[in-house]
């Protein structure tokens, strides 16, 4: 059967708009689900609440509940009822109406069912009962949004800007609430972790009102902060903006904002509780990747992207013998570096040599195992960042000992790193009388007289000990170079040892623990303690890449590594923590991307 079904809308003007709409169906469901033919959204309407069908054998139209509510036919409450589309008849349900009604159609009569909205203040009746409502005694919409809009000016415009020019004129104090009124509800999110006790106290940052933030404003905390880089030299090496970056900063200026170049900047704020996202690589990109352009006497090489555009590293070395002060070279002319000690590692690593023998006799009690290891020598720091400068008592002598006389059971030892009182020591030794350490019997085998291990500190002369120290199998000369002769006999060569070869950059070792120290130090291939075992660019390359690699093991960006402010005592160490915070980063956009994108195929 064809149902023409009218629906009659009316503009805010008054003027009627009409739609026709013709369905073929036997029966119409009728509801406020929007599966039904007719659609009805209003919550005094049940999802599907009646069905309309056309009757066998007549030309009646059955109207049928499908819940419990009813509906009205010409007013009366009927569960069930029929209506005839030549008489006409109009079905009630919630405020609309359905007027029945036939009309002749191309295949015959068709029932048209016209629907309407019946108006909230329609009926006598609402007028009657409208002096009970409380619409009566309130002023009209019009005159209540003027309201409502001077009581947002009021409350969150003018109290606070009156309350921040008449506050006193005191130095912000994190134990003290702020005196500024309301100023939270300008508040565009919370602080990060850094800056949480400042919270409440929107005036320690925003001095003036309506002002960005001031570096002056920052600096008066932050007050130890290095300098990037002098603020003429900075200006030089940053490029000129143009077209729309330049308008940009036109009208950021003529707001008050400080920069380019200012703190706010790179730390941005109100960007929620926790730890300030990491500087993105963009934004050390924007200068260094055509520095040498502008600064035209940088000793700094061009950098853009770790993975792409890096220079080789720089790194401390003592570029001779006799050299204390480490001097930065770099990776690429394949540099040495000369402690002033003689030292093979590949001897000290090799699994059938003599020295993993000895330290399997010394055995786990001496702090020993099998095949001698770095960390035998090598001990981390707290921090886990570098090493603690290899010690001669603690991490050498259990095989190089500086044993020269027996005092009954007691072992006398040379004070190491003290000439003066090694010197004394030997020349006292000569005024004093010894017994042999081996009396009235003989010791066997290799210990024996004349044996590999045998010993006889009776037999050794004082002033031959001294004399022959610094030979090749001396023994200072073992592990020495001959100093200079006028300082004595036992002068050595002074030690250096670097404690820190990346002067300008940052690097954990705790970060890599997981990594064998010899994946990225060739030790057990080196036979010369001038061997500098640091890895190069390309070792590094292996992992970490650019911050934009999708194929890197682990996205870098510049402040993994590097920091914008140097600390006063030199370099430029970034926290651990921002290496650690970026890689989390990283990961949450590339989990992200890979979320939606899933989305999308589905």
């Known amino acids: 059967m064809d149902f023409l079904i009218r629906t009659i809308d009316f503009t805010a003007a008054g ?66 009822a029929s209506v005839d589309p030549v008489r006409g008849g109009e079905v009630g349900l919630g405020s609309y109406r359905l007027a029945f009604s036939q009309e002749a159609g191309d295949a015959g009569p068709r029932t048209v069912i016209t629907i309407r909205q019946v108006a909230d203040d329609e009926g006598e009746g609402k007028d009657r009962l409208r002096q009970f409502g409380l619409a009566a005694a309130m002023p009209g919409k019009r005159a209540m949004a003027w309201i409502g809009l001077a009581v947002v000016l009021l409350a969150f415009l003018a109290v606070p800007v009156w309350s921040s020019l ?19 509800s300008w508040s565009s999110g919370a602080l990060s972790t850094a800056h949480h006790a400042l919270e409440n106290q929107c005036e320690a940052c925003h001095v003036e009102p309506f002002q960005p933030v001031q570096d002056q404003t920052c600096l008066t905390c932050h007050e130890d902060i290095g300098d990037h880089a002098e603020a003429p030299r900075l200006t030089r090496g940053m490029p000129e903006f143009t077209g729309t970056d330049a308008l940009l900063w036109n009208v950021a200026h003529a707001f008050g904002k400080p ?8 730390h941005t704020e109100h960007e929620g509780a926790g730890r300030m996202e990491p500087t993105r690589q963009r934004f050390c990109a924007d200068c260094h990747g055509t520095l040498d352009a502008r600064l035209t006497d940088t ?53 059938r040599g003599g020295v993993t023998q000895m330290a399997r006799r010394l055995g786990a009690r001496a702090g020993y195992g099998g095949v001698l290891e770095c960390v035998d020598c090598h001990q981390e720091t707290a921090d886990g960042v570098g090493f603690l400068p290899v010690d001669m008592e603690d991490d050498c002598e259990a095989c190089h000992s500086l044993v020269y006389d027996k ?50 500190f009776s037999a050794v002369s004082p002033t031959s000990l001294r004399a022959s120290a610094l030979n090749t199998d001396g023994l200072c000369g073992d592990c020495h170079l001959r100093g200079n002769p006028s300082d004595g006999p036992l002068a050595v060569m002074p030690v250096t040892q670097i404690d820190r070869y990346f002067n300008h950059g940052w690097f954990d070792h705790k970060a890599h623990e997981q990594e064998d120290c010899t994946s990225c130090h060739a030790a057990e291939t080196s036979d010369a303690a001038s061997d500098l075992l640091i890895p190069d660019l390309a070792s590094c390359r292996d992992c970490h890449m650019g911050e934009g690699d999708r194929s890197a093991e682990v996205p870098s960006t510049c402040a993994m590594c590097h920091s914008f402010h140097p600390p006063a005592s030199g370099g430029s160490a970034a926290p651990r923590r921002v290496g650690e915070d970026h890689a989390r980063t990283i990961a949450a956009e590339r989990r992200q991307r890979r979320e939606g994108a899933g989305e999308a195929a589905r």
Do not use: W
Not at 418 to 439: C, F, M, T, Y
């Open 15 to 80: 003027r009627e708009i009409v739609r026709d709409r013709l369905v073929s169906a036997a029966s119409l469901g009728v509801g406020r689900d929007a599966a039904n033919a007719i659609h009805l959204p209003d919550l005094a309407v049940e999802q599907n609440h009646v069905a309309i069908s056309a009757t066998p054998g007549s030309n009646l139209i059955t109207v049928k509940a499908l819940g419990t509510l009813g509906f009205t036919l010409d007013g009366r409450a009927e569960m069930q």
């Open 166 to 184: 008449t506050k006193p004129d005191v130095e912000p104090d994190i134990d003290r609430p702020g005196a500024v009124l309301m100023d939270a």
């Open 259 to 266: 920069g380019p170049g200012a703190c706010s900047d790179c």
């Open 299 to 351: 000793a700094l090489g061009n950098a853009r992207d770790f993975g792409t555009m890096h220079p080789e590293f720089q790194v401390a070395a003592l570029p001779r013998d006799g050299v204390t002060q480490p001097q930065r070279v770099s990776q690429s002319v394949n540099p040495r570096s000369f402690p002033g000690l003689k030292f093979p590692h590949d001897m000290h690593l090799d699994a």
């Open 407 to 456: 005092v009954g059971s007691t072992f006398r030892t040379l004070s190491h790193g003290d000439l003066d009182q090694a010197e004394a020591d030997l020349r006292a030794l000569d005024r004093v009388g010894r017994r042999p350490i081996v009396s009235n019997r003989r010791r066997p085998g290799e210990f024996g007289e004349g044996g590999l291990y045998y010993s006889n």
